[in-house]
């Protein structure tokens, strides 16, 4: 950890799960799996935003879902080898259905150091509400962004901060 000047290195190595289920490809992590006609969701990549650094009034680093990195205020990205990326779900569902989904309220995430920082998620790729082409056993890859907020040193010091996002997933 660099602790000169007014900078400190930052990194925030967490791993954002939603339905509070870490999954795999094959492992649904929706609440009522194999529901004839229903909808089914895969978790296939957690939220990760990298490394960054940020001066003493902190700021926001969000992740597109087409995975552009974005700091401002005081958060400067940095690419020491940590990856950062947008979450990845897999909707299986009959084709021809319209899916949109629902972000759960703001996070607050609690830091290895104490101190804590608030995750929003929002935006994907698909743009919610859209039509489900793929059908059964293929499915539809939906990538999900987010944004942190990160206050001052004192509220949020250097750490490891891990927490847990929901999303709806709703099908017409």
Do not use: W
């Not at 309220?105 to 039509?131: A, C, K, Y």
Request: charged content about 10%; overall charge neutral; hydrophobic content about 35%.
């Amino acid at each position: 950890m660099k602790k000169g000047g007014n900078f400190y290195i930052f990194f925030l190595a967490f791993s954002l799960s939603a339905f509070a289920v870490v999954g795999h490809a094959q492992t649904p992590t929706d609440s009522v799996p194999k529901d004839p006609g229903g909808i089914i969701v895969y978790t296939i990549q957690n939220l990760s935003f990298g490394a960054f650094t940020r001066g003493n009034n902190g700021g926001t680093i969000s992740i597109s879902p087409s995975g552009a990195r974005v700091a401002t205020g005081d958060i400067i990205p940095l690419s020491l080898g940590y990856q950062f990326y947008y979450a990845i779900f897999d909707v299986e569902s009959p084709p021809g259905n319209i899916i949109s989904i629902l972000y759960g309220p703001p996070v607050i995430l609690n830091g290895s150091n104490g101190g804590s920082i608030t995750l929003n998620i929002g935006g994907s790729d698909p743009t919610t509400p859209f039509i489900n082409y793929a059908t059964p056993p293929n499915r539809t890859q939906i990538n999900i962004g987010g944004a942190l907020t990160i206050g001052p040193i004192a509220a949020a010091p250097p750490g490891n901060y891990s927490g847990t996002f929901f999303l709806t997933f709703n099908q017409e």
